[in-house]
């Protein structure tokens, strides 16, 4: 079968998919993945289906060459326009050598992502925007809090299981934070539940859920969630399975027990949002 015949073939599957999850009783039986990393297509398929989405229109921080992104069934299944950025340049050039540039309405930009040019860089997205989708391993809780001039209805967000549910913390802001430079591992990065929770209270929204692999909450802007659960921290949270860590030089060791990866990173310090206080890593068992 040829590259292209197996495209089509993936995309006809995610379209059936798609319809069974707009209906499917709750977010976690509405999980599939199609172009997403885990079951991310199907929640933004279930979530949609819910959200009254004036302007069909997205934002996705983070995306890699955009062969996997939260937002490339959105593009591509329901004929969304959306702007993606990466401080990398593949996704400009996966574009440029695909047909996705012109059968649809898609921007693609290379930009470092940081809380002082995040509006600039969004000032043509400015206003109501149907999703917004935030992945840069690092500064997401700084980034999301000084994003200003787009009030998008849905918002994706990564956070990291390890930091558990309990304390709103995130890692303290570096400008030029990389994952991999902080700590080798790889393991110390983002932000937990618990303070993308407060943060998005201050800023009108409500937890709506997770997706099972414990890496992506999802929240809905008040005036539009209508009869979708509010959740707390504690509710949204899932431990993460997935085994990304890597030794000094950058080779996977699979480590599988959620403390033994969090044991990796124990020393490494964190930032309370809502008190303050400094806890390391280590602090939060």
């Not at 599957?13 to 707009?22: D, N, S, V, W, Y």
Request: hydrophobic share 40%; charged share 25%.
């Amino acid at each position: 079968m040829s590259q292209a015949a197996r495209e089509q073939l993936r995309f006809a599957i995610g379209a059936l998919e798609a319809r069974a999850a707009k209906s499917a009783p709750s977010m976690a039986e509405a999980e599939f993945r199609c172009y997403s990393q885990f079951g991310e297509d199907g929640i933004i398929q279930w979530l949609v289906a819910r959200v009254e989405i004036q302007s069909q229109t997205f934002i996705e921080f983070g995306v890699g060459d955009y062969r996997e992104a939260n937002t490339r069934f959105l593009l591509e299944h329901d004929n969304w326009r959306g702007l993606i950025l990466d401080s990398g340049s593949a996704h400009v050039a996966y574009l440029g050598g695909s047909d996705l540039r012109w059968r649809n309405s898609i921007d693609a930009r290379t930009a470092f992502i940081t809380p002082e040019n995040i509006n600039a860089l969004l000032a043509d997205m400015a206003g109501d925007v149907g999703l917004l989708s935030i992945d840069i391993d690092g500064n997401d809780y700084w980034v999301w809090q000084a994003l200003t001039v787009a009030q998008p209805r849905i918002v994706v967000i990564e956070y990291n299981s390890l930091f558990g549910h309990q304390r709103a913390v995130t890692i303290p802001y570096e400008p030029d934070f990389d994952r991999f430079r902080a700590h080798p591992s790889g393991l110390y990065m983002g932000a937990s539940i618990a303070a993308l929770h407060w943060l998005a209270g201050r800023k009108g929204y409500r937890l709506v859920g997770s997706n099972s692999a414990g890496n992506n909450a999802f929240f809905v802007r008040e005036d539009v969630a209508g009869g979708l659960p509010a959740l707390t921290a504690a509710e949204g949270w899932r431990q993460s399975r997935f085994r990304e860590s890597r030794d000094e030089r950058g080779r996977m060791t699979y480590v599988d027990s959620h403390a033994d990866r969090r044991a990796l990173i124990a020393t490494m310090p964190l930032l309370d949002v809502r008190t303050e206080e400094q806890p390391s890593v280590g602090d939060l068992a």
